[in-house]
C-alpha cells in the first residue's frame, strides 16, 4: 500500500498542491482546500441510498465497516457507541504518516482529513463531529466523536 500512496500523494498531489499554495499564499490555499474538500463528500452520492433513517445506528455501521475496509491502511478501535454518539480512535494511519514524510502534514489536514466534516454532513446534518486530535496535525491519535443531536 505505502507504493500505491507514494504514488498518488508524494509523486503527484503533493507537489501539484505546494505548488498551488506557493502561488496562492498558504492560508487563503488552505482555507480553499478545506472548503473544496467538504464539498466533495457533501456533493458526493455516497450516502444516496442505502440509509433511509439517517440513524446513528447506520452511521456507527457504515462506519465499522469502513474502518474495517481500510484494515491494510489504518489501526483503529471503537471506543464507544450507543444510539446517540459513536467514538473511534485511529493510532496508525498510512495517510498520514505518507503526508507527514512530504513535510505537507498541513495540505494532508485539508485536502483529506477535512472531508470527514463533509462526510458526516452530508450523511446527517443533525450528526455533529468533532475531532479535537488528528495524526497529520501530529498528535498521537486521531480521535473521532459523533453525536447525533
Known sequence: MQ????????????????????????????ELLK???????????????NYPLRSMSEWTNYMKQF?????????FEVVKENEKELEIKIT??????????????DIGYAGTCYQD??????????LELTRNKTLMEGHDCCHFKWILN
Open 3 to 30: 507504493a500505491v500512496y507514494n504514488f498518488t500523494f508524494k509523486w503527484w498531489y503533493i507537489p501539484a498542491m505546494k505548488n498551488l499554495m506557493d502561488q496562492i499564499g498558504k492560508k487563503e490555499f488552505l
Open 117 to 126: 466534516y463533509g462526510m458526516t454532513k452530508k450523511f446527517n446534518p443533525q
Open 67 to 75: 474502518c474495517q475496509n481500510m484494515e491494510n491502511e489504518i489501526t
Open 92 to 105: 496508525e494511519c498510512l495517510i498520514a504518516k505518507t503526508f507527514i514524510e512530504a513535510n505537507a502534514s
Open 35 to 49: 472548503n473544496s474538500s467538504e464539498k466533495i463528500q457533501i456533493n458526493s452520492k455516497r450516502f444516496d441510498a
